[in-house]
């Protein structure tokens, strides 16, 4: 009844909010991922454009401070300004709700730190556990058969280079060393510390010259700062084209055309 109530006022008083101000209502549930989507599309008129603050975004700040300009409180939020659904409405489309050169701008306006490329040559994996495989509901639509696909993706990154040595970032180590030692048989392998932050997974990532990823939008903001970090065409991105169940196609539509993509893996995604 509350939700029904909610929209209701909120349709008899959107021909009042037509000010020239537009206030996106992102949700307290979203991670870094999903509100960087948003903040790429208020970033391209940050005058006229805001996104709602959420404990979420805000834990970021002292890492990306310049996102702060992007964000306004609910209490401040002028009456007439325009409300825009972040649920309903679609901002991580690449190519289509954001070109290359204005993602690539977004990362350096407001998140480039003086991040530097890895001296270290490995591969970089970035595995994702957390909500994706603890809770039901986030398995049923975004787990797959982790270690199929990475058996799969290195095969191909292989065929592109030979792997001389292979580090793991996850939100998951714990699993990661328990079922990801077979990796030793390609090449000399190490795992991020437990007492990592995510800002630090996300570094680590993004520094790297060659990195595997997962369907993730962690991952993908990570390929993004990455493509960044390594200008040129020098670096190597491999990640999944799914992304979701809840999606027809089951395609991920944030990735880059231009990293190296691993469409299918043996039993399918479903396995």
């Not at 825009?84 to 350096?108: E, N, V, Y």
């Not at 306006?109 to 809770?135: C, E, F, K, W």
Request: aromatic share 12%; proline share 5%.
């Amino acid at each position: 009844m509350n939700g029904i109530l909610r929209h209701a006022k909120s349709a008899l008083l959107t021909p009042l909010r037509r000010g020239g101000q537009q206030v996106v209502l992102t949700e307290n549930f979203m991670g870094l991922g999903n509100l960087l989507y948003i903040a790429v599309w208020v970033a391209q008129a940050p005058d006229t454009r805001k996104m709602l603050e959420t404990s979420n975004l805000a834990a970021w700040y002292p890492t990306f401070p310049r996102l702060r300009e992007l964000t306004i409180q609910r209490t401040s939020m002028p009456f007439t300004a325009a409300r825009i659904d972040s649920i309903s409405t679609s901002f991580g489309r690449f190519g289509t709700d954001f070109a290359k050169t204005q993602l690539h701008d977004f990362c350096r306006d407001y998140l480039m730190t003086t991040t530097a490329p890895s001296t270290t040559d490995r591969l970089v994996i970035n595995v994702r556990r957390g909500d994706y495989y603890t809770d039901p509901a986030a398995r049923g639509h975004y787990a797959i058969d982790t270690e199929a696909f990475l058996r799969t993706a290195l095969h191909h990154a292989q065929e592109q280079e030979p792997v001389h040595g292979i580090h793991v970032v996850s939100d998951g180590i714990e699993w990661c060393e328990e079922r990801l030692q077979w990796l030793r048989d390609i090449a000399p392998l190490t795992f991020s510390r437990s007492t990592d932050t995510p800002a630090d997974n996300l570094w680590t990532v993004a520094g790297a010259r060659r990195i595997l990823i997962m369907n993730s939008t962690f991952s993908y903001w990570a390929g993004y700062l990455h493509d960044v970090v390594h200008p040129g065409g020098e670096s190597q991105v491999w990640a999944p084209r799914f992304f979701s169940r809840s999606q027809a196609d089951h395609a991920s539509w944030s990735l880059d055309p231009d990293w190296s993509i691993v469409e299918s893996i043996p039993g399918g995604w479903d396995s």
